[in-house]
């Protein structure tokens, strides 16, 4: 009978996924409910890609609100309602990945 070799190899994980998490509570309604929500089972690769693009995208808005109330025009609210939207999704994909983080580490037995 023959020994299996040792290795070093691990075995490749499995990309972690996305949980459900609401985002843009519902004013009307104390239900707790969400307008939108970020969906369970995306990649969480996917989920921070996303997170990183919409991300920059409100660093970009930012800067051009700076820039414009720095030349002294005008900033509208409906820009900053757009900042708190943008904002909100941000953060929304990254507790879902979080979520998903903590979700697979206990199904695994937690630190090994």
């Known amino acids: 009978m023959s020994q299996p070799k040792n290795s070093n190899n691990q075995?490749?994980?499995?990309?972690s996924l996305t949980t459900e998490q609401g985002f843009c509570e519902t004013p009307?309604?104390?239900?707790?409910?969400?307008?939108?929500?970020?969906v369970a089972g995306i990649g969480s690769?996917?989920?921070?890609?996303?997170?990183r693009t919409l991300a920059s995208g409100l660093g970009q808005i930012c800067?051009?609100?700076?820039?414009?109330l720095n030349y002294?025009?005008?900033v509208y609210c409906d820009g900053m309602a757009t900042l708190k939207f943008v904002a909100d999704s941000?953060?929304?994909l990254l507790w879902?990945?979080?979520?998903?983080?903590?979700?697979d580490i206990e199904s695994s037995g937690g630190d090994q």
Do not use: C, F, T, W
Request: net charge negative.
């Open 90 to 92: 941000v953060s929304a």
């Open 96 to 103: 879902s990945v979080q979520r998903g983080l903590s979700s």
């Open 28 to 38: 009307i309604d104390n239900k707790g409910e969400y307008m939108l929500q970020v």
């Open 63 to 68: 800067q051009h609100m700076h820039d414009s």
């Open 72 to 74: 002294g025009e005008m």
């Open 11 to 15: 075995p490749p994980a499995q990309d």
């Open 45 to 51: 690769r996917d989920a921070i890609q996303q997170a």
